[in-house]
């Protein structure tokens, strides 16, 4: 299943909400999106340019299709999501 770009921007924003309100992202993400495979990690474990940068994490688009996962830049294929979270400021 590809992502499309309403449901990567819906994504972002229930994500950065969860995020500024201090809330689990992926307890929030998850049961909206139960199709699609959401994980993190912080942004310091991921060298790669993202598909986009927010506030609060970064967003890598992922291609599972084949047998190990590779960062995507095209949302035909990607069929799964890192968000690389930053620190935290305090």
């Known amino acids: ?3 499309s770009a ?3 921007q819906t994504m972002t924003e229930l994500g ?3 995020c ?3 809330e689990d992202v992926l307890a929030v993400l998850r049961p909206r999106f139960p199709a699609l495979t959401i ?3 912080p942004s310091s474990d991921v060298i790669e340019t993202p598909f986009q940068s927010g ?3 970064d967003v890598h688009l992922v291609d599972t299709s084949e047998h190990c996962w590779r960062l995507t ?3 035909a294929v990607a069929t799964a999501v890192l968000l ?3 620190e935290r400021r305090s």
Do not use: K, P, Q, V
């Open 1 to 3: 299943m590809a992502i």
């Open 6 to 8: 309403l449901e990567l």
């Open 16 to 18: 950065s909400g969860a």
């Open 20 to 22: 500024s309100d201090g």
């Open 39 to 41: 994980t993190r990690c």
């Open 55 to 57: 506030d609060y994490f």
């Open 73 to 75: 830049r095209n949302m």
């Open 84 to 86: 690389a979270m930053h």
